[in-house]
């Protein structure tokens, strides 16, 4: 990773590019509807700046794409958009594959070590599986949290909320400066 | 790894003796661990070294090397039937690094090295560190006592342990050193303890655990007022709850953008053709630089942004044209014209550097 600095400065540049595309595009606009773009823009600048690392970023961009804003999505991304184009279908394939794949084996297993657990049954106490279930129903919550994170097992999904939670806060950090620079201005400007 | 089974296995082959020879063992196990401490503080001085010292430490030191080859002898003397091992003990370095390298391969910390910020460098050092020494602490501590309580079964297993300990005695440091660069052997991580399975579904279920235990830890380290708090479901709590509050933070903070002013997304592409520099927008920097900034940089933050709505207020007329230009005009004009009010550009572009 590189310097939370450059990040900032790269994630600011796609943003604008983004922001760009919708103040050429649509002009008038409501509150709310400026709102999103302005949200959408930013998370998806933010996303491109981790698109080759990270996973998360995939599935947001992907999201994105789904959710019919590929002009904004191609105008951000440049030249990588062709490229991801056709990735984010074949990764959500790959991840679903992966996700089957496995709970099969799951399956497999607690078929085998379910003989097993019958003798041991009385040794596992309520605790520990009060304690599972909480953690489980936790991680559950994590992963709709997670951009793409229904998709993870669960080492890559702490993996990339570590990596989102990073993004989160530069990402907040540049908008508020931004927010704050510009409320400034408009401060003066309506005194004078 | 397959080394040391076979060696294990044949200690479990002439575990089978009488009741004497156990006691003997026993005294002897006893007696081997009263040497442990002084070579395990050994490691642990080693482990502040850095590893192609330590390496070199542990070749060339003779008194490592003659624990080392104590141990070996000792050992090999007790179990008697067992044909001693080959003394030349050094010469299995050469063997390790290869060993080294294939288990860094399979090393469940090596793959997460390459996601991990630097930032999250440093940190990560730490647990890492914490772990791999009580881990190379406590099997003696965790043998001993069952020397006394159970002395058949327990010893038999111990011997099983003290056999795979003695020859692996000589890798451990050259494992450790290797530890320290930031990687991490998987049977020294995930070795199993007295009682656990050893088949291999079991001990990749262990490294798994650890892998994610490690990473929560980083977690812990990144989310603010995690690091007190014990127990992995307050742990993740805290993590929802940060990246909740994080997300809303985005929602809020883009509201606001959306409200502060209806020129935002203006002011933006201004910036943006500062950004992507075109020779028009360097010649305005040029001129209006050394007029500017001197002065900003006497005064201070309000006096900046007075001078800021000032040159705003004289331009505005400008952009309010430009807005009606745009509509009627194709995204690749629009760019043209942003260029030519390109001269209040860079100030908003430096004033938004100086900000982040």
């Given at each position: 990773?590189?310097?939370?600095?450059?990040?900032?400065?790269?994630?600011?540049?796609?943003?604008?590019?983004?922001?760009?595309?919708?103040?050429?595009?649509?002009?008038?606009?409501?509150?709310?509807?400026?709102?999103?773009?302005?949200?959408?823009?930013?998370?998806?600048?933010?996303?491109?700046?981790r698109i080759s690392t990270s996973s998360w970023s995939r599935a947001l961009v992907a999201k994105a794409c789904n959710a019919s804003n590929s002009i904004l999505v191609e105008h951000v991304l440049g030249h990588e958009a062709h490229v991801l184009k056709k990735s984010p279908k074949n990764w959500m394939m790959a991840m679903s594959n992966k996700r089957i794949r496995s709970k099969k084996i799951l399956r497999k297993s607690c078929t085998t070590t379910r003989k097993m657990r019958k003798k041991v049954a009385h040794v596992v106490d309520e605790a520990s599986l009060i304690a599972k279930r909480l953690i489980m129903k936790r991680t559950k919550v994590l992963k709709s949290l997670v951009p793409g994170g229904e998709y993870m097992d669960e080492i890559s999904l702490i993996k990339?909320?570590?990596?989102?939670?990073?993004?989160?806060?530069?990402?907040?950090?540049?908008?508020?400066?931004?927010?704050?620079?510009?409320?400034?201005?408009?401060?003066?400007?309506?005194?004078? | 790894?397959?080394?040391?089974?076979?060696?294990?296995?044949?200690?479990?082959?002439?575990?089978?003796?009488?009741?004497?020879?156990?006691?003997?063992?026993?005294?002897?196990?006893?007696?081997?661990?009263?040497?442990?401490?002084?070579?395990?503080?050994?490691?642990?001085?080693?482990?502040?070294?850095?590893?192609?010292?330590?390496?070199?430490?542990?070749?060339?030191?003779?008194?490592?090397?003659?624990?080392?080859?104590?141990?070996?002898?000792?050992?090999?003397?007790?179990?008697?039937?067992?044909?001693?091992?080959?003394?030349?003990?050094?010469?299995?370095?050469?063997?390790?690094?290869?060993?080294?390298?294939?288990?860094?391969?399979?090393?469940?910390?090596?793959?997460?090295?390459?996601?991990?910020?630097?930032?999250?460098?440093?940190?990560?050092?730490?647990?890492?560190?914490?772990?791999?020494?009580?881990?190379?602490?406590?099997?003696?501590?965790?043998?001993?006592?069952?020397?006394?309580?159970?002395?058949?079964?327990?010893?038999?297993?111990?011997?099983?342990?003290?056999?795979?300990?003695?020859?692996?005695?000589?890798?451990?440091?050259?494992?450790?050193?290797?530890?320290?660069?930031?990687?991490?052997?998987?049977?020294?991580?995930?070795?199993?303890?007295?009682?656990?399975?050893?088949?291999?579904?079991?001990?990749?279920?262990?490294?798994?655990?650890?892998?994610?235990?490690?990473?929560?830890?980083?977690?812990?380290?990144?989310?603010?007022?995690?690091?007190?708090?014990?127990?992995?479901?307050?742990?993740?709590?805290?993590?929802?709850?940060?990246?909740?509050?994080?997300?809303?933070?985005?929602?809020?903070?883009?509201?606001?953008?959306?409200?502060?002013?209806?020129?935002?997304?203006?002011?933006?592409?201004?910036?943006?053709?500062?950004?992507?520099?075109?020779?028009?927008?360097?010649?305005?920097?040029?001129?209006?630089?050394?007029?500017?900034?001197?002065?900003?940089?006497?005064?201070?933050?309000?006096?900046?942004?007075?001078?800021?709505?000032?040159?705003?207020?004289?331009?505005?007329?400008?952009?309010?044209?430009?807005?009606?230009?745009?509509?009627?005009?194709?995204?690749?004009?629009?760019?043209?014209?942003?260029?030519?009010?390109?001269?209040?550009?860079?100030?908003?572009?430096?004033?938004?550097?100086?900000?982040?």
């Open positions: 990773m590189r310097s939370p600095s450059s990040l900032k400065q790269e994630f600011l540049k796609t943003w604008l590019k983004g922001l760009q595309v919708y103040t050429s595009t649509k002009k008038k606009m409501s509150i709310l509807e400026r709102k999103k773009a302005i949200k959408l823009s930013a998370d998806i600048a933010m996303a491109s700046t990339e909320t570590l990596d989102y939670i990073l993004s989160l806060r530069i990402q907040v950090d540049v908008m508020r400066h931004l927010a704050n620079a510009t409320e400034k201005m408009d401060h003066g400007k309506g005194y004078n | 790894m397959e080394r040391i089974e076979a060696i294990g296995a044949r200690s479990v082959g002439c575990g089978m003796v009488g009741d004497e020879f156990n006691r003997q063992i026993g005294e002897e196990i006893h007696r081997l661990m009263s040497v442990q401490p002084e070579s395990g503080s050994s490691f642990i001085a080693l482990l502040e070294l850095p590893p192609n010292q330590a390496m070199e430490l542990l070749v060339h030191s003779p008194e490592v090397a003659v624990v080392d080859n104590a141990n070996l002898t000792l050992s090999g003397e007790q179990f008697g039937q067992c044909p001693p091992l080959p003394p030349a003990l050094p010469p299995i370095f050469p063997s390790d690094t290869a060993l080294v390298d294939r288990a860094s391969k399979f090393s469940p910390i090596a793959n997460s090295d390459e996601v991990l910020t630097s930032k999250l460098e440093t940190v990560k050092q730490e647990p890492l560190d914490s772990d791999s020494n009580p881990n190379s602490n406590s099997s003696p501590a965790v043998s001993n006592p069952a020397v006394d309580q159970n002395p058949k079964s327990a010893k038999r297993k111990d011997r099983e342990k003290k056999g795979k300990e003695s020859n692996k005695k000589s890798k451990k440091p050259a494992n450790e050193t290797s530890e320290d660069g930031g990687e991490k052997l998987p049977y020294v991580h995930v070795r199993a303890r007295r009682g656990q399975a050893t088949d291999s579904h079991s001990l990749a279920e262990r490294a798994r655990r650890e892998k994610i235990n490690a990473r929560m830890k980083l977690l812990q380290e990144l989310v603010p007022g995690c690091n007190k708090i014990s127990g992995t479901a307050m742990v993740l709590d805290e993590i929802i709850n940060h990246v909740q509050a994080l997300q809303r933070q985005v929602e809020f903070l883009s509201m606001r953008l959306a409200t502060v002013n209806p020129r935002v997304d203006f002011n933006f592409d201004t910036l943006l053709a500062a950004e992507s520099g075109s020779p028009v927008e360097s010649n305005f920097h040029g001129m209006i630089t050394p007029s500017m900034w001197p002065e900003v940089q006497l005064h201070g933050n309000k006096q900046q942004y007075e001078q800021l709505w000032h040159l705003d207020g004289l331009h505005q007329p400008v952009w309010v044209r430009e807005e009606d230009n745009s509509n009627f005009i194709t995204p690749e004009n629009s760019l043209l014209t942003y260029d030519s009010s390109a001269n209040s550009a860079p100030l908003h572009s430096n004033q938004l550097k100086m900000e982040l």
